[in-house]
């Protein structure tokens, strides 16, 4: 019995210890192209969506870090089949010229094929709900 308890330790601090790292995904060329992409498309969504006039210069930026309580900001759980993506997503005013963001997460569930948006904090001025509005 103890070297199946003892097996399933170092399963778990492995695993723990992996999801923790929080540059496996960023330092893989393909995994982090397929995540910027879907933050891209997200990104354009949340323009359309929350931008009155539209606008230019539509840009994604992926947090790849660590939040205040440890865990990767952006990561892919092998538990819940779940990518979640913490991004900000920028783009200049189509009249104003003005620089706006919205900074929050998007999670696709792989199994579901869904996408959903969490807002965390914007650049003032947007509806609370018109980024879930529009990637859900």
């Not at 900000?88 to 010229?97: D, K, L, R």
């Not at 003005?98 to 929050?104: D, E, N, T, V």
Request: aromatic share 8%.
């Amino acid at each position: 019995m103890k070297p199946f308890i003892l097996v399933l330790l170092v399963c778990f601090f492995s695993f723990r210890l992996e999801a923790q790292d929080c540059t496996e995904l960023k330092n893989d060329p393909e995994i982090r192209q397929e995540l910027q992409d879907l933050a891209n498309t997200a990104a354009n969504k949340l323009m359309n969506c929350c931008s009155s006039f539209g606008g230019r210069n539509n840009r994604a930026e992926i947090h790849w870090e660590k939040d205040e309580t440890g865990v990767c900001r952006t990561r892919i759980s092998r538990l819940t089949n779940k990518i979640t993506i913490t991004m900000t997503a920028y783009w200049n005013g189509s009249v104003s010229g003005a620089q706006y963001w919205i900074k929050g997460r998007l999670v696709v569930d792989m199994e579901n094929r869904t996408q959903t948006w969490e807002k965390i904090s914007d650049s003032g001025g947007f509806s609370g709900g018109c980024g879930k509005s529009c990637i859900n």
